[in-house]
C-alpha cells in the first residue's frame, strides 16, 4: 500500500560568515532557515494511507480516573500494551496502568499526594519503526528503555520534578541525577490543567509517541464554587458527565497498524537537505497524517443540547492546532494552563502549541440535531503555511448532538466572574521584577550537519552541558525576555513555574548578531497578551522575530529546566537546565 504526503521540502539556509559563536565549535555554523516551497514526499509500502481509515464510526474514549482528592498514594506502572486505536487492528503502544492515554488523575489544592511510578518495561526496547537515535545526547540505557514521569504545570520539589536525568529503567539501571521513584506532590497551586508525560534525556519525542502521556487534573475551592454555585447566583459550570479531557496527538502507522515515526538518512535528506544522517536520525519535526483523540483515530461523542467543558491537550511531537467549528459554534475559554481567566472569552477558533492546554466550554443547546465537526486549519510553526488534508489532518473529531436534554441537571448560564475566591488577577506590573533576563532561541547545526535548535543567551546558543546561565535567586520575581532568532514558533516551557505574558514585541531578527545586543532592533508597539493567554501559564508560543516578555517568582530551590516543547526540539538539545539558588 502506497502513501502520498506533503511535505515541505525546502528549508532556506544562510551560513552566517566568520567564526560561530556559543557553541558552534561543536554544533557547526550558524543556520538561518526557512520554508519556502513543499512537495510531494511518497513513502510506498511503508506508512498506512490515512484515507483507509474510518472516521467518526469509534466513540471518543474517555480516561478512567484515579482520585486523590482527599490524599493518599497510588501506584502507576509503565508498560507495553496491545490496543484498538480504531484502525481495525490492535497496535502496541506503551501505557501508564495498563491504558493509553492513562488514566487521569483528579487532585486537590494543597492535599500532597505520593505517586509510586514504575517502569514495567521488562525486555522492551524501541520497536524497529521507532528507533533510537543514539547519536544524540541521551540517557545511555543500553538496550533497556528509560523512563521517568513529569508532571507538567506541577509546582513541584526539584527531586519530584521527573527532571531528564533523574531517570530509570526496569532493571533498576538509573540516570546521573536519579533520586527516587517515588514522587510527593504537595499541590501548591490553585486548580488547573496539569498533565504528566515521560521526559528522559534525548527520548522524550519516542516515549511519549508510543503512548506514555494523561491528564492530571487539580482541583480547589474557587472551582467548587463555581460548579456549585453556593450563593445562588444562578451560573454554574458543567460538571460531571458534561465535563471530559481531549488529548489530540498526531501520528503515522505502518500498513499492518504499527506506529511508524520518520527515522531513515533518505527521508530525512528529502525534507532537510543533505547531511552526515545515522540510520535512524532524529528529524527536526514530526508530522503525523493520523489524527488521534484520547487514543483513537477521528472519534465520535454523542452529547446532550447543552454546555460542555472539555479540558484540551496538544499533546503531539510538533503540530500546532488551530481548532475551530462549523455552523456557528464557538469556544468560550474560561482558563488557562494552570488557572481560570478573570472572565470567559469567546473565540471563533483557539490556537493550542504542542504541551499547551486549555478550558473550554462548548454550548450545543442551539444544535440539538446536528452534527458538528472539530476541525483544525493550523498553519504550522513556520513562516510559510503547513500543508494540511482537509479530510484528514484538518479534522479533528466528531460531536452528535443527539442525546436527550437531561433536564434533571440545570443547563445554567456560566458565571461571569471566574475567580470568586481567588480574586482577579491583577495587571501584569513588571517593575515587580527584580531582576530581567535576555535568553533566545537559536537554529545551527550540529556535529553532523543535520538542523539543531537550541538555547541560549543575546551572547549566543548553549549547550546542555554548558554551564548554567540562568540561575535565579530564591523566591526573587525574574523578567525573562524571550528573542526568537529562527523562522519557526517554539512553545517554550519552564518547570517549577507559573508565569504571566508581560507584553509581546516585534524585532529584526536578521540584523541580530550574537555576542552584540546592541543589534536587537526593536519594532513597533509592545503588544499585551491575547485574551485567551491572559492567565497562569507554564508554555507560551514565540513566533519568529519576536520577543515574548514573561514574569514569574522563582519560590522552590534546585535544578529544573526550560525547553522548547516540540519534543524533536527538546530532544536534539532545545532545552536548558536552570538553578535556583
Known amino acids: 500500500m502506497s502513501y502520498k504526503k506533503d511535505f515541505s521540502v525546502s528549508r532556506r539556509r544562510f551560513l552566517k560568515t566568520g567564526a560561530a559563536v556559543g557553541v558552534g565549535a561543536a554544533f557547526g555554523p550558524w543556520v538561518w532557515t526557512g520554508r519556502k516551497t513543499h512537495a510531494d514526499a511518497f513513502l510506498p509500502d511503508v506508512t498506512l494511507d490515512p484515507a483507509t481509515i474510518p472516521q467518526f464510526v469509534n466513540p ?18 509503565m508498560s507495553q500494551i496491545n490496543q484498538d486505536l480504531g484502525l481495525g487492528v490492535n497496535t502496541t503502544v506503551w501505557g501508564y496502568n495498563g491504558s493509553y492515554p492513562g488514566p487521569t488523575i483528579l487532585a486537590r489544592k494543597d492535599v500532597p499526594v505520593a505517586v509510586q511510578w514504575r517502569n514495567n518495561l521488562d525486555g522492551i526496547s524501541y520497536p524497529a519503526n521507532v528507533p533510537l537515535d ?14 521517568v514521569p513529569h508532571l507538567h504545570g506541577g509546582h513541584n520539589d526539584s527531586d519530584y520534578d521527573g527532571l531528564p536525568e533523574y531517570w530509570w529503567t526496569a532493571s533498576g539501571e538509573t540516570g546521573p541525577r536519579f533520586v527516587t521513584r517515588d514522587y510527593e506532590y504537595d499541590h501548591s497551586q490553585e486548580a488547573g490543567t496539569l498533565w504528566y508525560h515521560d521526559h528522559a534525556l534525548g527520548v522524550t519525542r519516542l516515549n511519549v509517541y508510543m503512548g506514555l502521556a494523561g491528564f492530571y487534573l487539580l482541583r480547589d475551592e474557587n472551582e467548587d ?6 450563593n445562588n447566583t444562578g451560573t454554574a459550570l458543567p460538571s460531571g458527565p458534561y465535563e471530559a479531557e481531549i488529548v489530540i496527538q498526531d501520528r503515522m502507522f505502518t500498513p499492518d497498524g504499527e ?12 525534507l532537510f537537505g543533505p547531511a552526515d544522517y545515522p540510520d535512524a536520525t532524529v528529524f527536526a519535526e514530526f508530522f503525523g497524517d493520523v489524527i488521534l483523540v484520547n487514543g483513537m483515530a477521528w472519534p465520535f461523542i454523542e452529547v446532550e443540547p447543552r454546555k460542555y467543558r472539555f479540558r484540551l491537550l496538544n499533546g503531539s511531537d510538533t503540530r500546532f492546532y488551530r481548532l475551530f467549528f462549523g455552523g456557528g459554534l464557538k469556544f ?17 477558533s483557539l490556537s493550542i502549541a504542542p504541551g499547551q492546554r486549555a478550558d473550554v466550554v462548548v454550548d450545543f443547546s442551539k444544535h440539538a440535531g446536528k452534527t458538528i465537526i472539530m476541525q483544525n486549519n493550523a498553519p504550522g510553526t513556520f513562516r510559510r503555511p503547513l500543508v494540511i488534508n482537509p479530510k484528514t489532518t484538518g479534522r479533528i473529531m466528531e460531536f452528535r448532538v443527539s442525546l436527550p436534554l437531561n433536564t434533571n441537571i440545570p443547563d445554567l448560564p456560566l458565571p461571569t466572574n471566574l475567580r470568586p ?48 546561565t540562568e540561575n535565579p535567586a530564591l523566591n526573587s520575581t525574574e523578567l525573562w525576555e524571550i528573542y526568537n532568532t529562527t523562522p519557526d514558533t517554539h512553545p517554550i516551557h519552564l518547570h517549577l513555574v507559573h508565569f504571566q505574558i508581560v507584553n509581546r514585541q516585534k524585532f529584526n531578527a536578521k540584523k541580530f548578531v ?10 513597533g508597539q509592545t503588544r499585551p497578551p491575547a485574551p485567551t493567554e491572559a492567565g497562569l501559564l507554564d508554555t507560551v508560543q514565540v513566533p519568529p522575530g519576536e520577543v515574548v516578555r514573561i514574569i514569574a517568582t522563582f519560590d522552590k530551590p534546585g535544578r529544573y529546566v526550560w525547553h522548547c516543547h516540540i519534543l524533536s526540539h527538546e530532544d536534539h538539545e532545545m532545552m536548558r537546565p536552570y538553578e535556583v539558588i
Open 60 to 77: 471518543l474514549p474517555l480516561p478512567g480516573r484515579i482520585d486523590l482528592t482527599d490524599g493518599g498514594s497510588t501506584q502507576i506502572g
Open 134 to 147: 543514539d547519536t544524540l545526547h541521551w540517557a545511555e540505557s543500553g538496550n533497556e528503555v528509560p523512563t
Open 225 to 230: 464554587e463555581l460548579i456549585n454555585d453556593p
Open 259 to 270: 506506529l511508524y515515526y520518520p527515522h531513515t538518512p533518505d527521508i530525512a535528506t528529502q
Open 332 to 348: 468560550t475559554q474560561i482558563g488557562t494552563e494552570l488557572g481560570m481567566l478573570n472572565a470567559p472569552v469567546e473565540v471563533q
Open 421 to 468: 475566591v481567588h480574586g482577579h488577577l491583577p495587571a501584569v506590573d513588571p517593575t515587580t521584577a527584580t531582576n530581567t533576563r535576555q535568553v533566545a532561541l537559536y537554529e545551527g547545526l550540529d556535529a553532523l550537519e543535520r538542523l539543531q535548535p537550541l538555547l541560549g543567551t543575546l551572547a549566543g546558543s548553549r549547550a546542555w552541558d554548558n554551564p548554567i
Open 514 to 523: 550574537p555576542g552584540n545586543p546592541a543589534t536587537i532592533d526593536l519594532q
